[in-house]
């Protein structure tokens, strides 16, 4: 009949017995249409069971239509074949080819369902056929009349069962597990991804002030872990495919940032970046469509969200926002095994973590919380967890480094606290009233320096410390110089503080100009992350540099401020002014 089309097809049917009751192009017409239309993939789903495919790289092609309408992702070719490609089974469809023969001819989706009840039929063949064959076999080794009454009766029901509970769409049972293989998985021995924070498939929160450097402390740990090297002291792995959505940080600040670690256009590694990408709010189907989309077309296997207040439409504190945020794009992600990091700003009070609903948090692995100490000093510390494994704090050091106006490429790194990276002989925990005096010690100041030369120092060493800690240090300092009859030369103030500590990583400009409380330029301020040093005024008698001119110097002075002790304070043998008594 030269008016018909023939449809492609293998003359090799991948070595099956062809002499089974089968339909091979009824199955290769089911599959080609399915490709190209949900609506045909959910009418075949109602007649047909995965089951009943004879060929295995028809099977395949089912199954991954399947995954993809259940992910809302409209199926075509090119997804499938990516999809097979993923798993590293494209062999099973002759290396693709299948797949694009395929997908260039098949018939109109209104005809899927006919095609559909062709290859049930057969499948529905196939299985007397299997069960006769299995009688006879059961005759040949000489079964009983009763073990051919149950292996009967096994048949019958389980043909009345099917025809009971109907098919409906593969994808709907596909998620129940495999005991078996579920048993044989040791979870335990799952090695977490570089740097400790999370493993394979799980989904992390990292929470923090807005000025804390989340984004700075995640973009270094995202290319590291892209490109195969060590983060935070742990050892280098395989690199790890990771797609990072931005609508948070302009390209400059990425660009800077990113140089100032290290990096450069041949040393991104794996990693993919999409700066302000056009996708639909994530807590909608259509958000999550576009993410999928977009993790398919990189093959991530982790995403990073910087800020997840920039990709959702609902309020935040909207406990329907986070479930919709859910159901539309970390379940996906979950299902599928691909880990995830968002982050999110920290509410005005930081005793109860990130800003907006609860519900935030009960759908990750873990919640992260980082917060700058001052100085270049972190703490991240976990809030939340729901397995336990891993660590749950680290004491880390922001290093930056200048050269000229612009960061030294390769001078930024974050870095656990430990003794090696601290000066000799400090402790190894910042922020203490002993970490303070070891590191006046180290940096030559005399014992019985004042209060500004001693916050000067500090802040030009970038070394931590509230107030009444400072205060601590300095008295303890100066009651030791009277106790020891040290030295106390050479300078012991310092002109007046710029009311800050200078800036401790790439991004942040100080001579860039800065709209008020804004301490990121381009960024909305939000709760600065660096407190600022308070200058102390000169005293009403002194020399204009926090130390006192004393007019007789046997007349005690307070040992925090310097200014001269008088009245009762002085006849009682007080060595503070009443102002510094608590300290």
Not at 52 to 69: C, E, K, N, Q, S
Not at 140 to 155: H, I, Y
Not at 367 to 382: F, H, I, N, Q, T
Request: proline share 7%; net charge negative.
């Amino acid at each position: 009949m030269e008016n018909v089309r023939p449809f492609p097809h293998q003359a090799d049917h991948d070595g099956l017995n062809t002499s089974a009751p089968q339909d091979i192009e009824s199955e290769a017409l089911v599959v080609s249409v399915i490709m190209h239309s949900a609506t045909a993939y959910q009418d075949c789903a109602e007649v047909l069971d995965r089951a009943d495919f004879y060929r295995p790289a028809h099977r395949l092609i089912w199954d991954t239509v399947a995954g993809l309408v259940a992910a809302g992702t409209p199926p075509h070719p090119v997804l499938v074949r990516a999809e097979i490609e993923k798993q590293d089974r494209l062999r099973e469809v002759d290396g693709g080819h299948l797949i694009i023969r395929l997908g260039s001819d098949y018939v109109s989706p209104s005809m899927a369902r006919h095609f559909a009840q062709e290859v049930a039929n057969k499948a529905r063949e196939r299985r007397y056929d299997e069960h006769a064959n299995a009688l006879k076999a059961a005759i040949g080794r000489g079964a009983t009349g009763d073990e051919l009454d149950s292996l009967v009766a096994d048949f019958t029901q389980a043909e009345q069962l099917r025809e009971a509970t109907g098919h409906g769409p593969a994808h709907l049972v596909s998620t129940l597990l495999d005991w078996g293989t579920f048993f044989s998985v040791d979870f335990g021995s799952i090695q977490l991804l570089p740097g400790r924070l999370m493993g394979p498939g799980q989904q992390i929160t990292v929470v923090g002030d807005g000025k804390a450097g989340k984004s700075l402390f995640t973009q270094e740990w995202m290319w590291r872990m892209a490109s195969g090297q060590s983060f935070l002291g742990d050892k280098p792995q395989d690199p790890i495919r990771i797609l990072y959505l931005d609508a948070e940080n302009g390209q400059e600040q990425v660009q800077e940032r990113f140089l100032s670690f290290g990096a450069g256009p041949r040393s991104m590694g794996d990693l993919r970046y999409a700066s302000f990408p056009p996708v639909r709010p994530l807590d909608t189907a259509g958000g999550g469509a576009d993410l999928m989309s977009m993790v398919k077309a990189t093959s991530a296997e982790l995403v990073v969200i910087d800020t997840v207040s920039r990709f959702i439409s609902g309020p935040e504190n909207d406990a329907d926002t986070w479930l919709n945020l859910y159901r539309h794009t970390l379940l996906p992600l979950k299902r599928d095994r691909i880990a995830s990091v968002r982050l999110d700003h920290r509410g005005k009070d930081s005793e109860r973590g990130a800003r907006g609903s609860s519900a935030k948090t009960q759908d990750v692995d873990h919640v992260w919380e980082l917060s700058a100490l001052g100085g270049g000093a972190l703490s991240l510390k976990r809030t939340h967890t729901r397995t336990g494994i891993g660590p749950d704090h680290f004491d880390l050091v922001r290093q930056a480094r200048k050269d000229g106006d612009n960061w030294a490429h390769g001078g930024t790194r974050h870095i656990l606290m430990t003794w090696e990276n601290e000066p000799s002989g400090h402790p190894a925990v910042p922020g203490t009233v002993e970490h303070i005096i070891a590191s006046l010690d180290d940096a030559g100041l005399p014992d019985d320096a004042g209060n500004r030369i001693a916050r000067q120092t500090l802040a030009e060493r970038q070394i931590p410390g509230g107030n009444d800690k400072i205060a601590e240090a300095i008295r303890r300092r100066k009651a030791r110089s009277k106790m020891s009859g040290s030295d106390v030369s050479g300078k012991r103030s310092g002109d007046r503080s710029d009311g800050r500590f200078p800036e401790t990583f790439p991004g942040t400009d100080p001579g860039t100009p800065e709209t008020a409380g804004q301490t990121f330029p381009g960024t909305p301020p939000e709760t600065p992350g660096t407190p600022p040093v308070p200058h102390v005024p000169p005293s009403k008698r002194g020399n204009g540099e926090g130390t006192p001119d004393q007019q007789d110097p046997e007349t005690p002075s307070c040992t925090v401020c310097g200014d001269p002790l008088h009245g009762y304070r002085l006849e009682r043998g007080y060595t503070t002014c009443l102002e510094h008594d608590a300290a």
